[in-house]
């Protein structure tokens, strides 16, 4: 089998480290994320504070350790959202076709012209602001996305020989379509999902931004970044830690996806 | 400013680029480009409540009186002279020759007859709540008859209810009024695009005409404190208002602008709905008041030392009242009293508040909110905070009462009297829950009926005195005006009032030409 570059291990290599902090952040954490030192805003890294100080003198390091929970658990949520909307309903649009499918890619279309982010902030006006509620409405926007992926991939299969012979024996409808249909379509499944990951994160981040993500005192990665923004022209070094951490996450979350694309069209 | 800073006042300058600079601006055709970070809510002035409108409502239309830009005492404006009865109960106006709206019609007595009634009738604010009639004596003479001695009428007309609307317009134009706004001020609307700019030209038949240097006024809109610091820095605008203190290090360091801090009568404060448990309590309130270290937030979020510090009150306190211990005591952070005092109230195991926050202006968000709930959390307070946006945020603290506090600011008030009856008379307007604090109305009546000024500050200090017993909201501390102006224009008025009238600024090139 054909090794993957080094970039992909890196981005592993990242992802897991994520992960460790995600675990283990809390325990590891330097410091208390909500204490200040206001004599100390913006203070430059340090062997006191690796990565300096925030606005109101908290950790910066500290705050995107605790950070990194809510928002990987956040892009969680937001891709079991899609796929729990997302999969049945590109699966059986798919595979029952004609009008039935029509309608639903119907639908599908109506919600993709809309405006990914200014459906979620409509969604979180309407059930209030917090990260579970603007991560499902992302979820449920990123949906029709992946419908339309399960739908291609159920065209293809539907119709081979193995799908086919499971009617000689008697099987259901609903046991192909979710035993011998969606396994054999699952591979641009997985790889959307990965894609889907990096948009949620970027999502998350976006509303986060606008403050209708996480709540305080909760530090999230958005907040951090919307609370250095306002300082840019005199301090443009604050927003460069968040930033730079939500690159690195969303690149390696991409690069995931890609050699998964690879490994899957090569198979 | 270090090379980081230029490339990121560079992109942000290039997202403002994006919208088309108006076309006539510039010294070369005497049109002056103004930031401000807030488009207007409404140019029809019975309809407005929000203070962020007057830079654009004192563009557009003349008043009544007017008021002196530092002493707030009031001065002619289309009313040439007044006078009140000596039982106050009756004012005579003398309007000055020849005036006309911009549409042509004739300004006259009986437009500002049909003006006054429209805004009693149909405003959003009781601000004329007090006439009763109005006699139009002859074109230029009216008397205008009160249903109660009421003094502080002088500042009302120096205000939006004094603010004489074209009767032509407004019946032609209807509910889109405050879109196609007529007036008699120094500048006439032109185009106002929604989201980007608004252009304004000279009024040739203005009153003060004399006064007015520029051939136009171009208002852009740039919300974002950051690009708005860009737009004045690069020198897309040559004057910008309500810049956010975080950036004036960069603006004070260039040679091309004038950094003006000017005080004002607006603060930052926390709103409070007395309509919701325990608000009411007013042990709660003044354990709330003692849990903030109103200094630091001020350092925190204006600078060091900067404005005019600390304050428990709305309006600046009577000198009497600023010298005795009980204002000392009112803004002194004491979360070791404030936790007693809230065991007094039946919570010694402290409790939950929920504050409605804003984030993107000056100590309205996170910024300011994730100091106070540090502050208050010895005092046993623990401060629940929600973001949404402005609109939002008001809508759920004022007219749904979800929350218990706001984090907001206020933009003052040309009379003290207008400050204190809206907040602390029975039916003021941000007197939410009605609330009858003892002693108030009665100060208040006492104050409208009259004019003897003495009187009215032994008056001013027992209100003083009452409203930081009560903490019926909790002023934090007054913010000061920070504008730049470009070293190429001159002329701007002062701005007690934190609303700016920019209408008599020039270009310092074109004066020396003439």
């Known amino acids: 089998m054909e090794r993957a570059r080094p970039d992909f291990y890196l981005a592993a290599a990242f992802l897991a480290l994520l992960a460790f902090v995600v675990v283990f952040g809390p325990w590891l954490a330097p410091y208390d994320p909500l204490s200040q030192n206001l004599r100390n805003p913006f203070g430059p890294p340090t062997w006191a504070n690796w990565l300096g100080t925030d606005n109101l003198g908290r950790d910066v390091l500290t705050r995107l350790m605790i950070g990194a929970r809510p928002a990987l658990t956040g892009v969680l949520l937001a891709v079991a959202t899609a796929s729990l909307v997302g999969v049945p309903w590109g699966l059986s649009a798919g595979y029952i076709g004609g009008l039935f499918d029509n309608v639903l890619m119907r639908i599908a279309d109506a919600l993709l012209v809309f405006p990914g982010l200014i459906l979620a902030l409509v969604l979180t006006a309407v059930f209030g602001p917090s ?56 591979a641009p499944i997985i790889v959307q999902i990965t894609l889907l990951m990096g948009l949620s994160l970027l999502a998350q981040i976006g509303l986060g931004f606008l403050g209708v993500g996480l709540q305080p005192p909760n530090p999230s990665w958005g907040s951090a970044l919307a609370e250095s923004f306002p300082y840019i022209i005199v301090s443009p070094h604050a927003s460069l830690a968040p930033g730079i951490v939500v690159v690195l996450t969303v690149l390696s979350l991409y690069r995931i996806g890609d050699e998964l694309r690879d490994r899957f069209t090569r198979d | ?77 289309l009313a ?39 805004f009693k009738e149909n405003g959003r604010v009781q601000d004329l709540e007090v006439v009763e009639a109005i006699e139009v004596t002859d ?60 252009e304004l030209v000279r009024f040739p038949n203005y009153y003060d005409k004399d006064k007015i240097k520029l051939n136009g006024m171009v208002f852009r809109f740039i919300a974002n404190a950051p690009s708005l610091a860009s737009a004045v820095l690069s020198g897309q605008v040559d004057y910008a208002f309500g810049l956010d203190p975080k950036n004036l290090p960069a603006l004070k360091a260039n040679p091309r602008l004038r950094v003006a801090i000017e005080p004002s009568l607006s603060l930052n404060q926390i709103g409070i709905y007395l ?48 010298n005795s211990p009980q204002f000392a005591e009112s803004i002194k952070y004491d979360p070791v009293k404030a936790k007693q005092l809230l065991a007094q109230a039946g919570f010694p195991n402290g409790l939950t508040l929920r504050i409605c926050a804003t984030n993107g202006g000056v100590g309205t968000g996170t910024d300011i909110t994730d100091i106070e709930r540090e502050q208050m959390r010895p005092a046993g307070i623990n401060l629940d905070v929600v973001v949404m946006n402005s609109s939002a945020c008001l809508q759920a603290y004022n007219l749904k009462h979800e929350f218990q506090l706001w984090q907001g600011g206020w933009s003052g008030r040309p009379h003290r009297f207008m400050t204190y009856s809206q907040y602390f008379g029975t039916n003021g307007q941000y007197n939410k829950a009605r609330t009858k604090f003892p002693g108030v109305d009665e100060a208040l009546e006492k104050i409208a009926a009259t004019d003897d000024l003495e009187q009215q500050e032994v008056l001013f200090a027992e209100l003083d005195r009452i409203w930081v017993e009560q903490m019926p909201v909790l002023p934090l501390f007054w913010r000061p005006n920070f504008s730049a102006y470009s070293t190429q224009i001159a002329g701007e008025m002062p701005n007690a009032q934190g609303k700016p009238d920019p209408t008599t600024i020039y270009f310092i090139a074109n004066e020396k030409k003439k």
């Open chain 2, 80 to 118: 040439e002279s007044w006078e009140f009865s000596p039982d106050k109960r009756t004012f005579k106006l003398k309007l000055r020759e020849n005036l006309t709206f911009q549409d042509g019609t004739a300004l006259d007595a009986e437009a500002v007859k049909a003006s006054l009634m429209n």
């Open chain 2, 275 to 322: 309509g919701l448990p325990p608000m009411e309590n007013v042990l709660v309130r003044r354990a709330l008041s003692m849990s903030i270290d109103r200094e630091v937030l001020r350092d925190a979020m204006l600078g060091v030392g900067a404005g005019e510090g600390p304050t428990a009150n709305m309006v600046p306190p009577t000198q009497a009242f600023k």
């Open chain 1, 131 to 186: 990260l579970k509620t603007s991560m499902i409405a992302i979820g449920f926007v990123f949906s029709p996305i992946l419908a339309r992926v399960v739908r291609s991939g159920v065209l293809v299969v539907r119709n081979r020989d193995y799908v086919q012979v499971t009617k000689l024996y008697g099987l259901s409808g609903w046991h192909r379509m979710w035993r011998h249909v969606l396994p054999n379509a699952a």
């Open chain 2, 1 to 77: 400013m270090p090379v980081v800073s230029r490339v990121i006042a560079l992109m942000l300058l290039s997202a403002a680029l994006l919208q088309p600079r108006a076309s006539l601006a510039g010294a070369s055709n005497n049109v002056l480009t103004i930031g401000l970070a807030t488009e207007p809510f409404t140019l029809y002035p019975a309809m407005g409540v929000g203070g962020t409108d007057y830079p654009y409502l004192y563009s557009l239309f003349a008043r009544l009186l007017t008021f002196d830009p530092q002493t707030l005492e009031p001065r002619p404006g």
């Open chain 2, 139 to 198: 074109s230029r003479n009216l008397v205008i008859k009160l249903n109660r001695p009421y003094s502080p009428l002088t500042a009302i007309l120096a205000d939006r209810a004094g603010m004489i609307i074209s009767p032509t317009a407004l019946k032609a134009a209807g509910k889109d009024f405050d879109r196609k706004p007529v007036g008699a001020g120094p500048f006439m609307i032109k185009t106002w695009t929604a989201g980007s700019n608004m």
